[in-house]
Every structure is written in structure tokens, then in C-alpha cells.
């Protein structure tokens, strides 16, 4: 199914997309708060968190403050399921590091999720140094039962970057870890930020390139953006950091899109948080606005995704057990 969303019309290979192959109806993402911490905040690897990072901001389950993980979900499936809307649920275990504790409780966890009669599959949401052996290991034993998706948060591949957001690992870390999850079977998914100080648009390439190669099952793309209580908050505050425009960043998330293979996912074009935590870009607020700017880009350009793909990349990207469905 490497391009067969190119005839629905499609300038990118979409989750919509996707999730109607895979499971033959509209799917939904429930976001799941285990109550992990994150080793860039318990001291293991740094105190302050990411330059961006305000946990609440970003995950809609961490504002259900006291909720088990079933309660949760039999939350959002009530909030989610109307007419014509999903019929299928993917627990997604979202804030934090959710491969950050012991098997044993990683188990139970997943565990209560996986047996809920609403979920279909789990997505795991994890840093590329929090996934030991043993925790790969256990996600392969979900695999067999439910639908697994492991998603890394790598950001960007350049080591000053990955300073500057005080991610606290490097992109060796990220390599190591895609190629024991790639050797297990298993597909896993990446974050990226587009709009880093200092990133020009061949660094984004670059990044675009080596994600490519990497044989990602799928992509996150977020524009930068400022939520309250943030370092990011203050600097954007005090002038030191200015975020994309809207036509810069819709620009910027095509000449990435140009040289993604077809068979990679597009989970997401870009960022938002909700009006009391969101300080800047304003425009992230219209959550339609960044879809329908790199549309236009795409159209203007009357490219698609995969367009600009080498040959070389293109053989780097695929194997033999690489498509979506793995």
C-alpha cells in the first residue's frame, strides 16, 4: 500500500488513510497518563525538562488528574463516539516517558489497556534512551495480542539542537534504538520540530534524510511553540527566539514531506496546546489553518510526498518487511 493513497487525491500519506486500511473503519486516539515520570525531570538525565516541555499543555490525560488508565479510556470513548464517528480505539500512552519503570509495572499497565473491549492497539510514546531490551521485548509480546506502535521522540538529528531543547540524549541513542526495535519487527513512529533556532532548511533536510532511512513506520511533524511555565515561554517573551509563520512553517513541513517516502505515515503536520497554556504562534489556535497552508504549498508546487526522493533514498527507506502494516 506504499502510494495507494495517491488515488484518493491525497498530497501526503495520511493517518486517516491509514487507519482505514489497517482497520477498515475511523479510528480514534485516546491519550492514556500512566503516571510516568521522565528522566530529563527525576534527575537521571537533568531536572528542567526540554526547553518547550509543560506535560499538561501537551496531554489532554494529565488534566484527568486522579483517573485510572480504564477510566480514562472509558472517558474519552464516551467524549469521542457520536454518529459517523469512531468506532475503534488506539490507547495512546502519551505524557511522559511511558517505557520509564519496571517491565513488571510496564505490563500491568499496558496490560489494562490492551484488555479494554474498546482498544484496538496501543501507542507508545517514549524517549530513544528509555527502551532497554527487556521493555522492546515485552512490546513484542503486545504485539502478538494488539497492534503496537513504538513512537520516539528524537526532535531534530543535529547534537547542538538536541542541546539547545536540553533533551538530555543523542541522535546515537535514536540510532541505536530504531535498529533494535527495526530487528524485532516491531514499527515505531518519530517527533520532530520544525522551527528550531539556528535549523536552516538544509539541516531540515538533513533530518528529513536520516528519519527516512531510518525505515519509520511514521512521522510527527511540530511546528515550535510556547506553552506557559515553559523556558521556551521566556524566551519568546523576551525576544531571544522567534517562531514560524504560518507560511514558513507550511512551507518547511512540504520540503520534508518532499523527500518522505510514500509508504511513511504523516500522523501529524504540526503542534497546538489549548488557549490557556498555548503563548505563541496565535495561529496554531485554528488547527484547520496549517493543513490547509501546506495544501496550497503542495498544490502550488503540484508536488506530493516522495516527489523529490532519490533513488538512493529511496532503497535506504525500503524493505522487505518495512510497509505501514508491519
Known amino acids: 500500500m506504499s502510494s495507494d493513497w495517491r488515488t484518493a487525491g491525497l498530497r501526503y500519506h495520511t493517518l486517516h488513510w491509514f487507519f482505514r486500511q489497517k482497520f477498515g473503519c475511523r479510528v ?92 484496538v492497539g496501543l501507542l507508545i510514546g517514549t524517549r530513544p534512551d ?31 539542537s538536541l542541546a539547545w531543547l536540553g533533551r538530555g540524549h543523542t541522535l546515537e541513542a535514536f540510532l541505536d534504538a530504531a535498529a533494535r526495535t527495526r530487528a524485532r519487527g516491531l514499527p515505531f513512529g518519530v517527533h520532530l520540530i520544525l522551527g528550531i533556532p539556528g535549523e536552516t532548511r538544509d539541516d531540515v533536510l538533513a533530518t528529513a534524510r536520516l528519519v527516512a532511512a531510518s525505515q519509520v513506520h511514521s512521522i510527527k511533524l511540530h511546528n515550535l511553540y510556547a506553552v506557559r511555565d515553559t523556558q521556551l515561554a521566556e524566551l519568546v517573551r523576551c525576544g531571544e527566539v522567534r517562531l514560524l509563520d504560518l507560511e514558513s512553517c507550511a512551507a ?48 502550488r508546487r503540484d508536488s506530493w510526498q516522495g516527489k523529490l526522493l532519490t533513488a538512493a533514498d529511496a532503497l535506504a527507506a525500503s524493505t522487505a518487511d518495512g510497509s505501514p502494516d508491519a
Open 252 to 299: 518547511q513541513v512540504v520540503d520534508f514531506l518532499e523527500i518522505t517516502p510514500p509508504q511513511c505515515v504523516v500522523d501529524r503536520l504540526g503542534g497546538t496546546a489549548p488557549p490557556e497554556y498555548l503563548l505563541a504562534p496565535s495561529w496554531c489556535q485554528d488547527k484547520s489553518a496549517l493543513r490547509v497552508a501546506v495544501e496550497a504549498e503542495f498544490a
Open 28 to 119: 480514534a486516539k485516546v491519550s492514556v497518563d500512566a503516571g510516568f515520570t521522565c528522566p530529563n525531570v527525576d534527575g537521571r538525565v537533568g531536572r528542567g525538562g526540554c526547553v518547550f516541555c509543560n506535560i499538561r499543555g501537551f496531554s489532554p490525560s494529565r488534566r484527568l488528574s486522579g483517573y485510572g488508565i480504564t477510566q480514562q479510556i472509558d472517558e474519552a470513548v464516551r467524549r469521542l463516539r457520536r454518529p459517523r464517528g469512531p468506532t475503534k480505539f488506539l490507547a495512546y500512552f502519551q505524557p511522559a516517558t511511558n517505557t520509564y519503570a519496571p517491565v513488571e509495572r510496564l505490563k500491568t499497565v499496558y496490560d489494562e489497556a490492551a484488555n479494554h473491549p474498546e482498544i
Open 130 to 160: 528509555c527502551v532497554p531490551n527487556e521493555t522492546l521485548d515485552l512490546l513484542v509480546e503486545f504485539s502478538r495480542r494488539t497492534w503496537v506502535l513504538i513512537e520516539y521522540g528524537l526532535q531534530t538529528i543535529h547534537e547542538r
